[in-house]
């Protein structure tokens, strides 16, 4: 973790520029992050109408620092033009959601491009390709947030979609996100008919040292949020963790029972901290939308 702890979402909701109204119906959800998103869930014939829609609903977003786009891979006609509406858009979003991506190099040519025209926004990644997971540590470093992509990464593997296929590049993604205090979030769950097997994913991937989760159905949102949003019994147990391990100078003390010492206080400060700065950052706007629906 860096010194300084990233607020981080935990439950980001993507919704294809289809309709504006579809996507300004999406606001009142309870999501950490709305992504708008250009790319898979756009049909080729109507890319040029989804900018349109994009941009008139940023305009609308009432919080566009915790809005997200996902834009097309960079090397495409259609990326040029999505960066042409992010430059020149008067409502910036505060998330940018790369695609296809296989080197560090290209997070830092779209963050150096979005500056040239005075935008600095969060850049996350999707991980979707195995030249992406090869290079994953150098990714985190440069990216704000890893996005897991499933389904391309499955299929260029030529697996089906399980927890074992996907295992190596979780681990990896975890690993590397905890070097640099990068977000780190789970891919969309696609058997939306079997809430079992989102439940059962969001505990596992919580174990490898996951943040959060995407879902393109907003019906998962408050399965997300319950599991993966900071839980208030949890940081007041990891503050009397620190302060138990602190009051023992730093070494070994008994806490209701059980041992705890210098690395159970170095992770419940980390806790405490992941979740403060997620509290300042998304807490207000999570009421907000609870209380629109």
């Not at 990233?6 to 992504?35: E, G, M, N, Q």
């Not at 998962?220 to 949003?229: G, S």
């Not at 503050?239 to 008994?254: C, K, Q, W, Y």
Request: proline content about 5%; glycine content about 6%; charged content about 25%.
């Amino acid at each position: 973790m860096t010194d300084t702890a990233r607020a981080i979402p935990r439950s980001i909701l993507y919704t294809p520029a289809l309709s504006l109204d579809r996507v300004v119906k999406a606001w009142s959800y309870d999501a950490d992050v709305h992504v708008i998103d250009l790319e898979d869930a756009v049909p080729a014939p109507e890319k040029t109408a989804a900018r349109r829609v994009c941009r008139a609903a940023l305009e609308k977003a009432p919080h566009p620092a915790n809005v997200g786009v996902r834009i097309n891979r960079l090397g495409t006609l259609e990326a040029v033009h999505d960066l042409v509406l992010l430059a020149e858009s008067p409502v910036r979003p505060g998330i940018v959601v790369m695609t296809m991506v296989n080197s560090a190099v290209e997070v830092r040519l779209l963050r150096d491009t979005l500056a040239s025209a005075g935008a600095r926004p969060e850049i996350y990644v999707t991980v979707e390709t195995p030249a992406a997971v090869a290079a994953v540590d150098a990714i985190a470093r440069a990216a704000d947030g890893l996005v897991l992509g499933s389904a391309d990464l499955a299929a260029t593997l030529g697996v089906e979609i399980t927890w074992a296929g996907m295992l190596a590049a979780r681990q990896a993604m975890a690993l590397a996100c905890a070097r640099y205090g990068t977000a780190c979030v789970d891919t969309a769950n696609f058997r939306l008919a079997e809430p079992d097997v989102l439940a059962a994913e969001i505990d596992r991937v919580r174990e490898l040292g996951f943040h959060g989760k995407v879902t393109v159905h907003p019906g998962e949102l408050d399965t997300i949020n319950r599991a993966l949003r900071p839980d208030p019994d949890e940081l007041r147990r990891a503050r009397r963790v620190s302060e138990a391990v602190r009051a023992a100078n730093g070494g070994i003390a008994v806490l209701d029972g059980s041992m705890v010492g210098p690395p159970f206080a170095r992770l419940a400060r980390t806790t405490a901290a992941l979740g403060d700065a997620w509290r300042t950052r998304f807490a207000d706007r999570a009421t907000d939308a609870g209380a629109g629906r």
